[in-house]
């Protein structure tokens, strides 16, 4: 499991023209799922997503995490982030999970996120086409694995 998380001062998805989840200041996290990924990767991932370290103390260093600053959580499942781009000049998919194998997968983070973090996480829909909007703060942007 990956995931690209942008700090933000505001991010929101939209399908069809239609906000279906939109945050103020917190995490922007595209989602990854590969084959095999279950619930280690889940409850790690969801650990990392709220305690990784990106927001500013009082002295302005990265020392506090989503959980600490109580900001939203946007996750938006995304496939190509799975991508094998090691060579050629066309991505392959066979290293991210099948539709089925990642929805149910990437509804357990979700979960589990929401059950962890009061300060709201919204999401995406799953398989839509979807048009993410964001104002990334800093820029700050990482990538992490589960």
């Known amino acids: 499991m990956l995931a690209l998380i942008q700090r933000v001062t505001g991010a929101r998805?939209?399908?069809d023209g239609e906000a279906v989840g939109r945050i103020g200041p917190g995490l922007l996290a595209l989602v990854g799922i590969e084959p095999g990924d279950g619930e280690a990767?889940?409850?790690?991932m969801a650990g990392r997503l709220l305690g990784y370290r990106v927001f500013a103390d009082d002295e302005?260093?990265?020392?506090?995490?989503l959980a600490?600053?109580?900001?939203?959580?946007l996750l938006v499942s995304q496939f190509t982030l799975a991508a094998d781009t090691r060579?050629?000049?066309r991505p392959g998919f066979s290293?991210?999970?099948?539709?089925?194998?990642?929805e149910q997968v990437f509804g357990r983070?979700?979960?589990?996120?929401?059950?962890?973090?009061?300060?709201?996480?919204e999401t995406g829909r799953f398989g839509a086409n979807m048009a993410v909007s964001l104002v990334n703060d800093?820029?700050?942007t990482f990538l992490l694995r589960a």
């Open 95 to 102: 290293t991210a999970a099948a539709p089925a194998e990642a």
């Open 68 to 73: 600490d600053t109580g900001g939203g959580l």
């Open 13 to 15: 998805v939209d399908v």
């Open 109 to 121: 983070l979700l979960a589990e996120c929401r059950a962890r973090h009061p300060g709201g996480v």
């Open 87 to 89: 060579s050629g000049m």
């Open 41 to 44: 990767q889940v409850a790690r």
């Open 138 to 140: 800093g820029p700050v």
């Open 60 to 65: 302005g260093r990265m020392n506090r995490s």
